[in-house]
């Protein structure tokens, strides 16, 4: 809601709720995929960074974002575009559920477009007989299948809200378009009360799917008075995207009957969870909370009197002379915890702490509040700054990539990955720290692009894509060292990550071009970078594995096989220039099965007269042109 706000070209009028008349309109990094190296001498390491960072405090913002959007205008807004589309519906008196007597109307304000969704009025009893949910699996949520991923494979939708929005397809696909115009870039605003918000939540989504994640204009979606629309499957579905969540701003009054409808306290089983953004408000002031736990015990009924339907058009007016005629300090209770201070505040700025409740455990509500107002704020922090974290694992790649380098020229003639496999110097056991720290981090970053809503392409966005490939690249071939040490064999088929697996699948789906040709003034770039197969090195161990059966007597016809097909394979890479040269060093795990099949061959073990491209660019020395750059192929 903070981005859409901080693009309103105009300022809040604070001595009137009532906008003006609105216009009516029409009613209906690492970033690139190859490594860049270093600058750097070969004695002077990267710097390192401080891991142990000193934590952060935590300061709730649940009043002063409720203060924003009261101040910005936009509630004032959408409530006036919705009252002007309701006197067009008080008319109508036909059933809720005919897409006849449902108005969609767009409205247009200096900055932003408001889009508004009203229903007839809706009778309470309406909406509890059509409290039954309905399964993604079902065609009735076919557009919404987007929302399963791997990790969250089903959700399930309110049958009033879905019934409905499938009737208005029609509408709906028309105006979709109009929204996501690529020559028309303005804000937008999507608001509905009561079932006219479910629908116009619904819409949001189906917008944000299409509008992908590369676009920085978010449509903001502001309901007031709604009912609960899914499940927890389905809440969690949107949490999974940040973005997307931040992208729902739902206003609540304290007492209103209607969003009460579907909380368990009201039904003997309710599956309904909250997702979004929750403004909850009274006469004395209102609060944002975003943890679907804490907006649940703010919901719940607090006696058979209380709930009531709700004039919002009075509240706003309400909580703007409050935001004129008040200060944050007269919710103020004292506490060396500020975390829950603010809590405390933000809860007696909605007028439940002024309110004598029987049976009502007031510091135990706190307590739970607090909890689930930490637990999402800790989340969200981490979700909405991966570009720091991203920074941070510069550093550590930097410092593999000097490992790497240093490796390759101290002269012992083996590469980064045999000096790991064998640990012999100081150096070694400092990159299993460097490599940990990284596989920690794209371990959570893939783990987290699982969860997240089904896309078209790739799950991550370009940064982070190339970012993992790089890492991939440069990490996976030291675990496959220390999985190799172990006297383990078929990395590929028993002991690959799934992380690895992905990144490499998800690189695959993006790239659209074939990889199989490369400029003549690319070739050095690409062999003095890294190796693209992160693979290559646990083929060389199979392959080794292989010639120490064949020479021990073991299955010929297998052994063979495979050594046939790693020669192709090796070939593959070099005529791509897709592997470095420090496979030639001296020492290195490739040249020392290259000596031991050679060998081999002499002995005539793979027969009298095998023969290969490999064999031949071997036995011809042409390595040695291949690790100065010059062209061998042509």
């Not at 101040?71 to 067009?88: F, P």
């Not at 008196?93 to 900055?111: D, N």
């Not at 918000?197 to 944000?208: E, K, V």
């Not at 799934?498 to 993006?510: G, M, T, Y």
Request: hydrophobic fraction near 35%; charge should be negative.
């Amino acid at each position: 809601m903070g981005n859409f706000l901080s693009k309103r070209k105009r300022p809040l009028d604070p001595d009137s709720i009532n906008s003006p008349n609105p216009k009516r309109r029409n009613s209906t990094d690492i970033d690139s995929p190859v490594l860049q190296q270093e600058q750097q001498s070969d004695n002077r390491a990267p710097p390192t960074m401080d891991y142990e960072e000193a934590a952060e405090p935590l300061y709730s913002t649940g009043l002063d974002l409720a203060n924003l959007a009261v101040s910005s205008g936009i509630l004032g807004d959408s409530w006036a575009a919705i009252s002007e589309l309701r006197s067009q519906v008080d008319r109508d008196h036909q059933s809720p559920s005919s897409s006849e007597t449902v108005r969609i109307q767009e409205f247009e304000y200096p900055g932003y477009k408001v889009i508004a969704f009203v229903t007839p009025p809706v009778a309470a009893s309406y909406l509890q007989e059509e409290s039954n949910l309905v399964e993604s699996s079902s065609s009735e949520a076919s557009e919404f299948q987007f929302l399963c991923s791997k990790k969250n494979p089903s959700f399930a939708i309110n049958k009033a809200a879905i019934s409905l929005f499938n009737s208005l397809q029609d509408k709906l696909s028309q105006l979709k378009a109009q929204v996501v115009n690529p020559h028309e870039s303005i804000p937008h605003i999507i608001t509905g009360d009561c079932l006219g918000g479910s629908i116009a939540s619904l819409f949001t989504l189906w917008l944000l799917h299409t509008l992908g994640t590369e676009t920085t204009e978010h449509p903001l979606c502001i309901t007031f008075g709604s009912p609960l629309i899914g499940d927890d499957g389905f809440q969690q579905a949107v949490s999974q995207n940040p973005i997307w969540s931040a992208c729902f701003l739902h206003v609540v009054h304290k007492d209103d009957y209607f969003p009460k409808i579907f909380h368990p306290s009201t039904m003997e089983q309710s599956l309904y969870m909250p997702f979004g953004t929750f403004l909850v408000c009274s006469e004395l002031g209102s609060a944002c909370f975003e943890a679907p736990k804490s907006i649940i015990e703010l919901l719940a009924p607090r006696s058979p009197d209380s709930a009531q339907i709700v004039n919002y058009e009075s509240i706003i007016k309400c909580l703007k002379q409050q935001l004129i005629c008040k200060s944050h300090s007269e919710f103020s209770v004292p506490d060396t915890d500020l975390f829950k201070a603010g809590i405390t505040a933000q809860v007696a700025a909605v007028g439940l702490l002024q309110i004598q409740l029987q049976n009502m455990d007031v510091d135990a509500l706190l307590r739970d509040i607090v909890k689930s107002e930490k637990d999402v704020l800790e989340q969200k922090s981490k979700a909405f700054d991966p570009a720091k974290d991203l920074n941070d694992m510069k550093v550590c790649m930097a410092n593999l990539e000097w490992y790497k380098k240093r490796c390759e020229n101290d002269g012992r003639g083996s590469g980064y990955f045999d000096s790991f496999k064998n640990k012999v110097a100081k150096r070694d056991y400092d990159a299993v720290k460097f490599m940990k720290k990284l596989t920690d981090y794209w371990e959570q970053v893939v783990e987290d692009a699982e969860k997240r809503p089904q896309r078209k392409g790739a799950p991550l966005r370009h940064r982070w894509l190339f970012g993992g490939t790089n890492y991939r690249r440069l990490v996976e071939p030291l675990q496959i060292a220390e999985y190799y040490k172990g006297g383990k064999g078929g990395y590929i088929s028993q002991g690959r990550s799934e992380h690895f697996k992905l990144l490499e699948q998800w690189l695959d789906k993006h790239q659209k071009k074939p990889q199989n040709s490369v400029p003549n003034n690319s070739k050095i770039k690409i062999m003095s970078s890294i190796t693209e197969d992160s693979c290559f090195w646990a083929h060389v161990e199979e392959a080794w594995i292989s010639c120490g059966l064949l020479n021990s007597g073991g299955s010929n016809g297998a052994e063979i096989k495979n050594l046939v097909e790693f020669e192709k394979y090796v070939m593959g890479l070099l005529k791509k220039y897709a592997v470095t040269p420090d496979i030639f060093l001296e020492s290195s795990s490739y040249m020392q099965w290259w000596r031991e099949y050679e060998d081999m061959l002499g002995k005539q073990m793979m027969g009298a007269f095998h023969n290969s491209g490999l064999i031949r660019f071997m036995k011809d020395e042409e390595y040695f042109h291949y690790k100065s750059g010059t062209s061998v192929f042509t």
